[in-house]
């Protein structure tokens, strides 16, 4: 049980398997001891809607506190970025967030946060790992080193928490951050309506709360609204094939300008444009960087390498400096600390705004792609207190305007492939792993360079997460393992639906086929 396995972004197991409270423990002494080292004395527990999630915190929050630790313990479910908000707000030196993210609801996971407010380094996490490895399977919470948390040694009586546990309660001090993120003016005067659905994940609620205590004029109709420990029997993730209930209501959108979802802890986003479509994490990554632009800031584009091209013209198209990353935020937040950085994002749905914390917040991205739609309806000489009626209206934008365009956001993805020169169509795939050997195999019979692949010439390839075969054309495929799944993920971008299909088809006979031999 030593093998607790740190991914991109902490560790993650099934809870009828490795993910038990003693294991908990473990990760949480081990955690203990990496922030006392460093001379922290302070840290924020939280937990989102998973069965359980109470219990595990607590488990958590009384090993933080036998080793002298005062830990702000959340009492009810809360979404990932506002106990990073809490670290940061309270000065705090570390989080520890009890979640799986978007992964099913027999998961739970335990992600790490850095005193900065935003994901642990891979510094971080590669210490506590190695700290995990080397703590007893059987660690109980009053197992902290009595020397080092009372001068005289002494422990209390019957061994118990020798560090304060105390409420953690930091909602409004985060909608007033939110607050300074935002155009109020142009919120407050608009009409109509912000579908959000929360996938019965930790955000439930969140967005609503916020519209109402900053007295924004779009209200805000709920789906899968509520908490939910088995997310209605799906899977969190934001993607096209879990978000039917949000895209049956946004065909028929009526007074909605788009909709957003949100993952099972509420960092990451997709948008749902009126008509029913789901943008890909691509395009939504493309829509906020031109909003921070359009609101006047600019820097460097910060994306991983999964990313598609679209964002990567568009970014160019502009001006700006990019770095790319391997997959993963834990390799984001590091530049988000730095002056110079606009935007920072990821192809799962998490991005990060320097202005904002160094971690993906869905809450507040789910806001900002509302404003971006106002922001259109002004530009096409529409007044947003006319509710999405009136972009429809305006002489320039006109019927295409509507539902069948997309809405708002639609008409703007068409004038950003018009400016980039750039046909952006891509979709995912992901396939079960059997062990980590079928992984490995797949790996191998790649480590040539391939002149081919489905029948496409293979213009150049990439190795640095995964494998990226880039085609003639400028379309891609890649191929990599996840690193908080047991999937293996394959990635496409091409310029029509119908070559991204092609080249999917191909990759998963060719994954198949070496499965096989």
């Known amino acids: 049980m030593s093998d607790l396995r740190f991914g991109t972004d902490g560790w993650r197991d099934r809870m009828d398997g490795r993910f038990t409270h003693a294991n908990v423990a473990r990760a949480a002494h081990a955690t203990a001891e990496h922030v006392r080292d460093g001379g922290g004395r302070a840290v924020a527990v939280a937990f989102d809607g998973r069965q359980d999630g109470a219990a595990f915190a607590r488990t ?19 979404p990932t970025p506002v106990l990073s908000f809490a670290v940061a707000h309270l000065g705090l030196d570390a989080g520890v967030m009890l979640t799986a993210s978007h992964n099913p609801p027999a998961w739970n996971g335990f992600k790490l946060k850095g005193p900065y407010g935003g994901t642990a380094t891979d510094a971080t996490y590669r210490d506590v790992a190695a700290r995990v490895a080397r703590t007893p399977a059987n660690v109980r919470p009053t197992d902290a080193r009595p020397s080092d948390v009372r001068p005289s040694g002494a422990r209390p009586a019957g061994g118990g928490p020798v560090g304060d546990v105390v409420p953690l309660d930091v909602r409004a001090a985060y909608v007033a951050h939110v607050a300074t993120l935002l155009d109020l003016d142009l919120l407050r005067r608009a009409r109509g309506a912000l579908v959000h659905d929360a996938m019965h994940g930790a955000a439930a609620g969140w967005i609503a709360a916020l519209a109402h205590d900053l007295d924004l004029g779009v209200r805000v109709d709920g789906v899968r609204a509520n908490v939910d420990p088995t997310f209605g029997g799906g899977h969190p993730e934001p993607v096209p094939a879990e978000l039917g209930p949000a895209v049956a209501r946004l065909r028929d959108p009526g007074d909605a300008w788009l909709g957003v979802a949100t993952d099972g802890d509420g960092d990451r986003v997709a948008a749902v444009l009126p008509g029913g479509r789901v943008a890909t994490a691509h395009e939504t990554f493309a829509l906020l960087l031109d909003q921070r632009l359009r609101a006047g800031r600019t820097g460097r584009v910060v ?25 993963g935020f834990k390799w984001l937040v590091g530049p988000l600390r730095e002056d110079d950085v606009l935007i920072a994002g990821e192809e799962s749905g998490g991005i990060g705004l320097p202005e904002h914390l160094p971690e993906r917040d869905g809450i507040v991205n789910g806001l900002l792609l509302l404003q971006a739609a106002l922001e259109v309806a002004v530009d096409h000489g529409a007044d947003p207190a006319q509710g999405p009626a009136g972009l429809a209206a305006a002489s320039d934008a006109g019927a295409g305007a509507g539902a069948d365009a997309g809405g708002a956001l639609g008409v703007r993805l068409a004038e950003l492939e018009a400016e980039t020169g750039w046909r952006h169509r891509y979709d995912r795939r992901d396939l079960p792993l059997p062990h980590d050997a079928a992984r490995d195999a797949v790996v191998a019979a790649l480590a040539d360079d391939p002149a081919t692949f489905g029948g496409r010439t293979v213009h150049h390839v990439e190795r640095r997460d995964g494998v990226k075969l880039g085609f003639e054309d400028g379309a891609w495929l890649l191929i990599r393992a996840s690193g908080t799944e047991p999937l293996l993920r394959l990635y496409v971008e091409a310029h029509d639906d119908a070559d991204v299909a092609a080249i999917l088809d191909a990759a998963e006979a060719f994954v198949k086929e070496v499965e096989t031999t």
């Open 60 to 78: 958590v929050a009384d090993v933080l506190a036998a080793h002298g630790l005062t830990v702000h313990l959340a009492s009810a479910p809360l």
């Open 303 to 327: 994306r991983t390498f999964t990313v598609a091209r679209n964002v990567e013209r568009l970014a160019a198209a502009r001006g700006l400096p990019q770095t790319e990353t391997p997959v």
